[in-house]
């Protein structure tokens, strides 16, 4: 009997060695190095077992041009409709709503409120006569049921089936064949054709390879549920993010009822989209419009505050950006960013030093986004900029403006896109002035200054000096 090839596999980055190491030489772990096979067999790489005898072999696939092929099969290789999950936001997310034959992965931390969202997901397919099959490595049915009656869902149409075992699942989807497979989650599914755990990098990867093997070969619409790191990131291998059509992202607080899902990969739409849910005693519930649930408690008014136009994908939100400037009380300065990042924040700092002349090295400064959100894109530069000016001089910033705009190191502000949109949710929402990056010929969604949007009033503006000037003009 041939002896069977191993190999050493890091189970936090997936790094093969030769031999077995305590601590990962290319990410750093410690004791994350086991030993797995090197080769599985071929069975691992089909979801369904291969012929023996003279009919395994078949004939070659012939490649088509690709000129010829009809709409259908250009839109991911299946000619039939995208599989609406009832949620508009979710489709939108999707790029309107599943493609046949495509794998999403869908990560969050624990407790955030991935398997609800799936869950009511498939409650809104089974209504709509579509079939599907919950496979749960996680939960018992009894578990299931219970969450289902607690959020009023009846789920026709959708099996249950707990089970670890990739073998024993791909029988029950043989026999159902649906149309929409949920596996919840991928890292405690395991093959039997692999001797290691499951979670491990060898299983994850071989478990994927056959559900992905499945979806393209049939057309079914195939959603895992991964576990995140501690450091927010999707565990596994990068390899599994590759692997799949559609990475999507649930993001939240346990202290805030808010969930945010973002789109960070989609081969078949436009990536950086994002929905807003609230939760509740009924599930998963879309927020129709968040601008005005973010500012309902905002204090008009207070030093300190500012209300400031972002993006989430290409919806625009209007949120509060709070900051606390004072002397300290220490030997050393805090500094504290809530919902964005620090060095950024500090990056802010130096530039008020520098090109405002205004001292922070023994003030405590505190930087928050209300409402639980985190923002990234650097639009929001002004807004922080604006709400600590605002603090040190104790002068409260007109409640019916709105900023947005990007600071550089040299104190310049540069324009941002889809200005336009952001301006045209502020004017809806009763906001009479903004202040913006000057407009210039080649930024990309520049507004018209002479035709604004509810008659509002902006404020364009090229450097921070500028910016100070117009705030507290």
Known sequence: MAKSRVAFVCQSCGSHFPKWLGRCPDCGGWNSVVEELAQPSASVLAFSPRPQGPQAVSAPTQAAPLSQRDAGQRDGGHRGPRLTTGFGDVDRVLGGGLLEGSVVLLGGDPGIGKSTLVLQMLDRVGARGASALYLSGEESPAQIQGRA?????????????????????????????????????????????????????????????????????????????????????????????????????????????????????????????????????????????????????????????????????????????????????????????????????????????????????????????????????????????????????????????????????????RGVPFASERLAEAARLGFTRAVIPTPRAAARGKPNLDVLPGGMEARPVATVQALAEALFD
């Not at 004072?326 to 802010?348: E, I, K, Q, W």
């Not at 090295?361 to 605002?390: C, F, H, K, T, W």
Request: aromatic fraction near 4%; charge should be negative.
């Open 149 to 413: 009656d607690r959020l009023g869902l009846t789920c026709r149409g959708v099996h249950v089936l707990a089970e670890t075992e990739l073998e024993r699942m791909a029988a029950e989807v043989e026999r159902l064949s649906p149309r929409l497979i949920v596996v919840d989650s991928i890292q405690t599914v395991r093959t039997q054709e692999l001797d290691s755990i499951p979670g491990t990098v060898s299983q994850v990867r071989a478990c994927t390879a056959r559900l992905v093997g499945h979806a393209k070969a049939t057309g079914a619409v195939v959603v895992l549920i991964g576990h995140v790191t501690k450091e927010g990131t999707l565990a596994g291998p990068r390899t599994l993010e590759h692997m799949v059509d559609v990475v999507l992202q649930l993001e939240g607080q346990d202290d805030r009822p808010y969930r945010v899902l973002r789109c960070t990969k989609n081969r078949f739409g436009a990536v950086n989209e994002a929905a807003l849910f609230q939760m509740s005693s009924t599930g998963m519930v879309p927020v129709d419009n968040p601008s005005s649930l973010f500012l309902q408690e905002r204090v008009a008014g207070a030093p300190g505050t500012v209300v400031y136009a972002g993006m989430e994908g290409t919806r625009p939100l209007l949120i509060e950006i709070q900051a606390l400037v004072g002397d300290t009380s220490t030997a050393y300065a805090r500094r504290t960013a809530v919902g964005l990042d620090p060095n950024r924040v500090a990056l802010l700092q130096a530039v008020i030093e520098k090109h405002l002349g205004i001292p922070l090295a023994g003030l405590d400064v505190y930087v928050n986004v209300v409402g639980g959100l985190r923002l990234a894109e650097p639009a929001v530069d002004i807004a922080v900029v604006a709400a600590m000016l605002s603090s040190m001089k104790r002068k409260a910033l007109d409640p019916h403006t709105i900023v947005f705009g990007e600071v550089g190191l040299a104190g310049e502000v």
